[in-house]
């Protein structure tokens, strides 16, 4: 039994061989495929994004976070920022 891993093609060829490989699958399968195809975006993304908070926190913009979270709030809602300071 021969273990070995298949030569890949050369990425900028990989594309079409994919798009085969996908039309002879079974539809069964499809929705694997999608959802693993999903989880490389989210998975991408969220490496994105942790890579982004790690340099806007190494910036210390993240240091008054929840002052800029209530300014946004208000922005958005101001009548809320509002009832808010009467209640108080």
């Known amino acids: 039994?021969?273990?070995k891993?298949?030569?890949l093609p050369d990425p900028e060829?990989?594309?079409p061989v994919l798009h085969e490989e996908?039309?002879?699958l079974p539809v069964g399968d499809l929705e694997v495929l999608y959802r693993v195809a999903l989880q490389l975006e989210l998975d991408n993304l969220a490496e994105e994004l942790d890579e982004e908070f790690h340099a806007i926190r190494k910036e210390g913009k993240l240091e008054n976070?929840?002052?800029l979270i209530q300014a946004a709030r208000?922005?958005?809602h101001p009548q809320d920022f509002i009832d808010q300071l009467q209640n108080s």
Do not use: G
């Open 5 to 7: 891993s298949p030569t």
């Open 65 to 67: 976070i929840a002052e």
């Open 13 to 15: 060829q990989l594309r």
């Open 1 to 3: 039994m021969n273990l």
């Open 22 to 24: 996908i039309d002879r």
């Open 74 to 76: 208000t922005a958005i």
